[in-house]
């Protein structure tokens, strides 16, 4: 079984300062790990993900995250954040040889000037 | 190249009505998703298809709940009848499943408001 548990339901932040966006995950078997983000009345955009490799992963409009094994995290930062930000973002694991992916209950960003 | 198409946006009906959700996966890909995202919550796997099979409907509610992918282009979910419970966002989602795991790429949903 496969679960994930995001930290925060809001993050609220001022424009240009740094954010990060926390996810843990539980998993019994190797895992691939994705951050979505979800636009007021929109469907899930993919921001970024982790299959192999390096633990960095860098992804659109300037987000990374890093996958880090041994804390069970996958923790997604911006570095500045602007007001087109806003919105809700989800992370999501599935593992090898599953297709399902389960998915946190979001953090609803919100960015003001 | 085109996204994940659905339609309607937007559905409102009364409760123990039927509704019916469409879906058009992006060009190419083999699998098909369908999701229920209930407010407040991440998306919930409903059903998946590998090419015309439902390999994974485990979650889906089959005494009311239907789906099909005929021919394993688009699809159809239905509902019937609705309840005030079905109230939700129903969000398809398709991908080119290889080996290893695959890129979900998602539509822009299908808003349900049961009154």
């Known amino acids: 079984a496969q679960s994930v548990t995001q930290l925060d339901s809001q993050v609220p932040v001022f424009e240009e300062a740094p954010v990060e966006l926390r996810c843990n995950y539980s998993s019994s078997v190797s895992v691939y790990l994705f951050w979505y983000v979800q636009y007021p009345n929109q469907g899930l955009q993919l921001l970024l993900k982790?299959?192999?490799?390096?633990?960095l992963v860098k992804g659109i409009n300037g987000f990374e995250a890093e996958f880090n094994k041994s804390q069970t995290s996958f923790h997604l930062r911006k570095p500045s954040v602007h007001i087109s930000d806003t919105a809700e973002y989800f992370c999501a694991v599935t593992g090898s040889g599953y297709s399902t992916l389960t998915f946190g209950k979001g953090t609803m960003l919100l960015v003001s000037p | 190249e085109a996204g994940v198409v659905q339609s309607p946006r937007y559905k409102i009906i009364e409760k123990k009505q039927p509704v019916a959700f469409w879906c058009n996966p992006i060009?190419?890909?083999?699998?098909l998703y369908w999701y229920r995202q209930n407010l407040g919550q991440g998306p919930e796997l409903l059903i998946r298809?590998?090419?015309?099979?439902?390999?994974?409907d485990s979650q889906l509610p089959k005494d009311r709940f239907s789906a099909e992918r005929l021919k394993g282009v688009d699809s159809t979910l239905k509902i019937q009848p609705a309840e005030l419970g079905d109230s939700a966002v129903y969000l398809c989602?398709?991908?080119?499943?290889?080996?290893?795991?695959?890129?979900?790429?998602f539509g822009p949903g299908t808003r349900l408001t049961v009154l």
């Open positions: 298809y590998e090419n015309e099979e439902a390999v994974d």
């Open positions: 989602a398709s991908s080119l499943r290889t080996s290893g795991t695959d890129t979900q790429y």
């Open positions: 060009s190419g890909h083999n699998t």
């Open positions: 982790y299959l192999s490799g390096s633990t």
